[in-house]
């Protein structure tokens, strides 16, 4: 390891850069301004989008993040409650977005691998009583990332939606890796779309694309989420240029998903070889490993990585994460158990 770090970045799918493909949509794409609704390629992408998910409408917006609030504001009222897993992506990582722009209240549950139980969600839904705020969304997250890419089944799903429609509580489904799911569960997409009212799924995780996610759900409910969207200042002109690369991300990156999986097996397979970690192996494209030598912290070692080029991320004190994506391959992931052997022994 004299030599100059090689670069094995395995933190997040995210950072997965445009293929040729995109690039060259990009360049070529045909646009106008979105905002009129007269950007062909935006237009193309929310019904794209929308078909693959088997829903009537869909909306392109900046980022996931942005894709979950609008979907929040559109489903509930300010002073309602939410119900939603303890570790999901919308109360852990986006910055009490729902709370101080939605007025709305988290009622977090832990989960089961990322798996609400039907029966504490409902317990948890509120009755008409004069002290309660009233439960106005049930939120679930598949894959779930704090829970390591874990798989919501559509037996999970179908129990939830259950209660959803029993109570008339929308059920929203943050499905920003909902393709690695379906790839998981050998379904199409469109299955676990189903079973909920409305999804937010990423363009720019491991589909590759540079920019952007999607909403999708009723036509009406689209109509008042493009003005949330507005109202949040995302209206963005001629997007074309971006959701040129969207197009390219669901024709052509979904199919190769289960490579990012493959790959996971792979490199969970040598850190568990690797003594000292536990390793929690993958159901799709997340691996985490808690560290149980008490002389490691997972900043520290973090530290010691990225000095010879190998990257993950932070997930707890003694938890790392690692991603796999099109952009690191077996050579990478040799390379970074090569690295961790050599720092840990
Ligand atoms: C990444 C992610 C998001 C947010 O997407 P951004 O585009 O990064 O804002 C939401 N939910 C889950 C489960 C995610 O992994």
Same mark, same amino acid.
């Given at each position: 390891?004299?030599?100059?770090?090689?670069?094995?970045?395995?933190?997040?799918?995210?950072?997965?850069?445009?293929?040729?493909?995109?690039?060259?949509?990009?360049?070529?794409?045909?646009? /106008?301004?979105?905002?009129?609704?007269?950007?062909?390629?935006?237009?193309?992408?929310?019904?794209?989008?929308?078909?693959?998910?088997?829903?009537?409408?869909?909306?392109?917006?900046?980022?996931?993040?942005?894709?979950?609030?609008?979907?929040?504001?559109?489903?509930?009222?300010?002073?309602?409650?939410?119900?939603?897993?303890?570790?999901?992506?919308?109360?852990?990582?986006?910055? /009490?977005?729902?709370?101080?722009? /939605?007025?709305?209240?988290?009622?977090?549950?832990?989960?089961?691998?990322?798996?609400?139980?039907?029966?504490?969600?409902?317990?948890?839904?509120?009755?008409?009583?004069?002290?309660?705020?009233?439960?106005?969304?049930?939120?679930?997250?598949?894959?779930?990332?704090?829970?390591?890419?874990?798989?919501?089944?559509?037996?999970?799903?179908?129990?939830?939606?259950?209660?959803?429609?029993?109570?008339?509580?929308?059920?929203?489904?943050?499905?920003?890796?909902?393709?690695?799911?379906?790839?998981?569960?050998?379904?199409?997409?469109?299955?676990?779309?189903?079973?909920?009212?409305?999804?937010?799924?990423?363009?720019?995780?491991?589909?590759?694309?540079?920019?952007?996610?999607?909403?999708?759900?009723?036509?009406?409910?689209?109509?008042?989420?493009?003005?949330?969207?507005?109202?949040?200042?995302?209206?963005?002109?001629?997007?074309?240029?971006?959701?040129?690369?969207?197009?390219?991300?669901?024709?052509?990156?979904?199919?190769?998903?289960?490579?990012?999986?493959?790959?996971?097996?792979?490199?969970?397979?040598?850190?568990?070889?690797?003594?000292?970690?536990?390793?929690?192996?993958?159901?799709?494209?997340?691996?985490?490993?808690?560290?149980?030598?008490?002389?490691?912290?997972?900043?520290?070692?973090?530290?010691?990585?990225?000095?010879? /080029?190998?990257?993950?991320?932070?997930?707890?004190?003694?938890?790392?994460?690692?991603?796999?994506?099109?952009?690191?391959?077996?050579?990478?992931?040799?390379?970074?158990?090569?690295?961790?052997?050599?720092?840990?022994?």
């Amino acid at each position: 390891m004299g030599q100059p770090p090689r670069i094995a970045d395995f933190r997040s799918d995210t950072v997965t850069k445009p293929t040729q493909e995109m690039r060259r949509a990009m360049y070529e794409a045909k646009v /106008g301004d979105d905002v009129y609704g007269e950007d062909p390629s935006v237009n193309r992408l929310e019904e794209l989008g929308a078909q693959l998910l088997g829903k009537e409408a869909g909306l392109f917006v900046t980022s996931g993040t942005q894709g979950n609030l609008i979907s929040i504001l559109t489903h509930t009222v300010p002073g309602q409650e939410i119900i939603l897993e303890s570790e999901s992506h919308v109360f852990y990582y986006e910055v /009490g977005s729902a709370a101080l722009i /939605g007025g709305v209240q988290t009622r977090t549950i832990p989960g089961e691998k990322g798996v609400l139980d039907p029966d504490k969600v409902e317990a948890a839904i509120r009755t008409d009583d004069i002290h309660f705020p009233a439960t106005g969304l049930i939120l679930l997250e598949n894959t779930h990332n704090r829970a390591g890419g874990a798989v919501l089944s559509i037996a999970d799903m179908t129990a939830l939606s259950a209660i959803s429609k029993r109570y008339c509580i929308p059920l929203h489904l943050d499905g920003a890796r909902i393709f690695n799911a379906a790839a998981a569960l050998g379904i199409e997409a469109k299955q676990l779309a189903s079973q909920v009212d409305s999804v937010m799924f990423c363009l720019s995780k491991g589909l590759c694309a540079p920019v952007g996610s999607l909403i999708v759900g009723k036509k009406d409910w689209i109509e008042r989420a493009r003005k949330w969207r507005k109202r949040l200042g995302g209206g963005m002109r001629q997007a074309g240029i971006l959701a040129a690369a969207g197009i390219i991300a669901l024709e052509q990156m979904i199919e190769r998903l289960p490579e990012d999986h493959d790959l996971a097996q792979y490199l969970a397979t040598g850190l568990a070889e690797i003594p000292g970690l536990d390793v929690v192996f993958p159901e799709t494209n997340i691996i985490l490993i808690h560290l149980k030598d008490k002389n490691w912290t997972a900043p520290k070692l973090l530290e010691r990585l990225a000095k010879e /080029g190998v990257l993950a991320t932070e997930f707890s004190p003694t938890t790392i994460r690692f991603v796999t994506h099109k952009d690191v391959n077996q050579e990478a992931a040799d390379y970074a158990l090569s690295v961790i052997k050599s720092i840990l022994s």
